[in-house]
């Protein structure tokens, strides 16, 4: 499946996948689907929280999430949406995902300081 949204593609791995992204998304009340963040989106609020650790200048955690980054090591997840004013993460785990997929989708939770909600599907 290819859905295509001012002119970026978003390819399907997995329908099963994309379908429990969508009953999450089609579960929550208006107010918060209307605050919904693809993971594309999450990726440029992760550079975002970057910035504002440097502003804060908090090197610290602008190391190690640059290296997080430099490294692979850190994964946005598949969407996320406002709750009680704070970002909500979303993420559907399948069977392919191996330990280190886990920990990046963690670790991108860690960094925005964020709640994430993870659901299994095969």
């Keep these: 499946m290819k859905v295509g949204i001012s002119g970026q593609w978003y390819r399907s ?4 996948h994309d379908i429990e992204v969508l009953k999450k998304y089609m579960s929550l009340p208006l107010e918060a689907r209307l605050t919904w963040q693809t993971e ?11 910035q504002s650790y440097e502003q804060l200048k908090d ?17 946005a997840t598949d969407g996320a949406y406002e709750s009680n ?3 909500q993460l979303f993420e559907v785990i399948t069977r392919n995902y ?3 997929d886990i920990l990046a ?3 991108f939770t860690d960094a925005l ?7 299994y599907t095969r």
Excluded at 60 to 67: D, L, N, P, S, Y
């Design 13 to 16: 791995a997995s329908v099963s």
């Design 40 to 50: 594309k989106e999450l990726q440029i609020v992760l550079y975002q929280t970057l």
């Design 59 to 75: 090197y610290e955690k602008v190391e190690e999430i640059t290296g997080l980054i430099e490294d692979k090591k850190i994964s």
């Design 85 to 87: 004013g704070k970002l």
């Design 98 to 100: 191996t330990f280190e």
């Design 105 to 107: 989708k963690l670790l």
């Design 113 to 119: 300081n964020c709640q994430i909600e993870m659901r």
